[in-house]
């Protein structure tokens, strides 16, 4: 006799429930900053990642942001908001995200991964 399985959604994601059990599968958010100052703007853009996702915490993060930002101090604030989850990224002339497209100094967008199908890593 096989479990049941019902399927519903929740905020566009197709989810089955399998035995009382949700399972995850990957969920990924994309959030953004134009602040400028770079600890309130990695908070921000990390922020309205994990929420977009609906997650506590990442697996994985993406970071991107212009030159106009003491990047260490975005960096610190990014890996506080995300819970010192493995990160790889870069500055650069401009980011791009859902709809934005920004070459001004002061932006910043941020990827977030949650995922029980994937495994990640990163190294130097």
């Not at 600890?39 to 997650?55: D, P």
């Not at 790889?88 to 910043?108: M, P």
């Amino acid at each position: 006799m096989k479990p049941a399985e019902e399927v519903g959604e929740f905020y566009g994601y197709t989810f089955s429930v399998l035995v009382g059990k949700l399972l995850m599968g990957t969920q990924v958010g994309v959030g953004s900053s134009y602040h400028r100052n770079p600890m309130m703007a990695g908070k921000e853009a990390a922020s309205r990642a994990i929420a977009q996702a609906c997650i506590e915490c990442p697996d994985f993060v993406v970071m991107f942001a212009t030159v106009g930002y003491r990047q260490e101090l975005l960096l610190k604030s990014v890996r506080e908001a995300t819970g010192n989850a493995p990160l790889i990224g870069c500055s650069g002339a401009g980011v791009i995200a859902q709809g934005v497209a920004d070459e001004s100094n002061f932006a910043v967008t941020v990827l977030v991964i949650k995922s029980d199908e994937m495994h990640f890593a990163h190294g130097l």
